[in-house]
């Protein structure tokens, strides 16, 4: 066994400095998740949108019905998102601090009805969960359990479950429901783009399954832009049972691990929703 160093190499001034910034800046890092979490929790991207897209801090405090003595503590809150990018704002001086939307923000304006708008609400909300949390809490203790194959993830071997599975919801099923609706929001996102611009990807299909494909909503684009295509939808049984049934998309309740309906192509997210590896 080597012998235990006794002595370290000690950082220039310089790197000491950016050192320091850099520890503060990785262990602060979930302010901005936090912060996140608060700002759909307040609804706040809604509230600027239903101004107007801009507003005063005084007039988002009158619009959100918060304590006036919570001022000061919601301007620390927005600086927090404006640096994150979550929000933009203008200053002119002596006058208030304008606050903006920015694409991001525009996300997660909820309660709109607008074509390609999926609000991503429920997404933050899962993922910045408290049983999300105390699973990445946890990840220290993991790696020390020697856990028999198949290894289970930080989740369910704290919580006994995964995630996205039928026995989610005897978790808890708040937790089941925001998980679920945000998923679906989260790979419905981006369709309309992949539509415009991959749209050679689909010529030449006559069937295509989509595996973890929620309410089938990336399935119905697909068909309206190629109204030749048979498209298959794949997800747990407690996705399918609440899918629509007026026949447009086949919905099959399974598990992609164990068999896929045949098509000539099958799509995947990248992010996996039902993958064993992330629940």
């Given at each position: 066994?080597?012998?235990?160093?006794?002595?370290?190499?000690?950082?220039?001034?310089?790197?000491?400095?950016?050192?320091?910034?850099?520890?503060?800046?990785?262990?602060?890092?979930?302010?901005?998740?936090?912060?996140?979490?608060?700002?759909?929790?307040?609804?706040?991207?809604?509230?600027?949108?239903?101004?107007?897209?801009?507003?005063?801090?005084?007039?988002?405090?009158s619009?959100?019905?918060?304590?006036?003595?919570?001022?000061?503590?919601?301007?620390?809150?927005?600086?927090?998102?404006?640096?994150?990018?979550?929000?933009?704002?203008?200053?002119?001086?002596?006058?208030?601090?304008?606050?903006?939307?920015?694409?991001?923000?525009?996300?997660?304006?909820?309660?709109?009805?607008?074509?390609?708008?999926h609000?991503?609400?429920?997404?933050?909300?899962?993922?910045?969960?408290?049983?999300?949390?105390?699973?990445?809490?946890g990840?220290?203790?993991?790696?020390?359990?020697?856990?028999?194959?198949?290894?289970?993830?930080?989740?369910?071997?704290?919580?006994?479950?995964?995630?996205?599975?039928?026995?989610?919801?005897?978790?808890?099923?708040?937790?089941?429901?925001?998980?679920?609706?945000?998923?679906?929001?989260?790979?419905?996102?981006?369709?309309?783009?992949?539509?415009?611009?991959?749209?050679?990807?689909?010529?030449?299909?006559?069937?295509?399954?989509?595996?973890?494909?929620?309410?089938?909503?990336?399935?119905?684009?697909?068909?309206?832009?190629?109204?030749?295509?048979?498209?298959?939808?794949?997800?747990?049984?407690?996705?399918?049972?609440?899918?629509?049934?007026?026949?447009?998309?086949?919905?099959?309740?399974?598990?992609?691990?164990?068999?896929?309906?045949?098509?000539?192509?099958?799509?995947l997210?990248?992010?996996?929703n039902?993958?064993?590896?992330?629940?």
């Open positions: 066994m080597a012998a235990q160093a006794q002595t370290i190499e000690v950082p220039t001034d310089a790197e000491l400095l950016q050192a320091q910034a850099d520890l503060w800046r990785h262990s602060l890092y979930y302010l901005s998740s936090m912060g996140l979490r608060c700002t759909v929790e307040l609804e706040i991207p809604t509230a600027i949108h239903r101004l107007g897209g801009a507003v005063t801090l005084p007039d988002l405090m619009a959100l019905s918060l304590p006036s003595a919570k001022m000061p503590f919601l301007r620390r809150v927005m600086c927090v998102l404006v640096t994150s990018g979550i929000f933009a704002a203008d200053s002119d001086s002596g006058s208030e601090v304008i606050y903006r939307l920015t694409p991001l923000s525009r996300i997660l304006v909820h309660g709109v009805v607008a074509d390609e708008h609000s991503q609400k429920y997404f933050v909300l899962g993922v910045t969960s408290p049983h999300y949390t105390e699973a990445a809490m990840l220290a203790g993991w790696f020390k359990k020697d856990h028999e194959p198949p290894v289970p993830s930080p989740f369910e071997d704290i919580f006994g479950v995964p995630l996205c599975d039928d026995r989610t919801p005897l978790l808890d099923k708040e937790l089941d429901d925001v998980v679920t609706q945000g998923l679906a929001a989260h790979d419905n996102l981006g369709i309309a783009t992949v539509m415009r611009e991959c749209h050679d990807l689909f010529k030449g299909l006559d069937s295509l399954t989509d595996c973890g494909g929620g309410d089938g909503t990336t399935a119905r684009a697909i068909i309206k832009a190629y109204p030749h295509i048979k498209c298959t939808v794949l997800d747990l049984p407690k996705v399918v049972d609440k899918a629509p049934t007026d026949g447009v998309v086949t919905y099959v309740a399974g598990d992609l691990f164990h068999s896929v309906p045949s098509a000539q192509a099958v799509m997210k990248v992010d996996s039902n993958s064993r590896e992330n629940a």
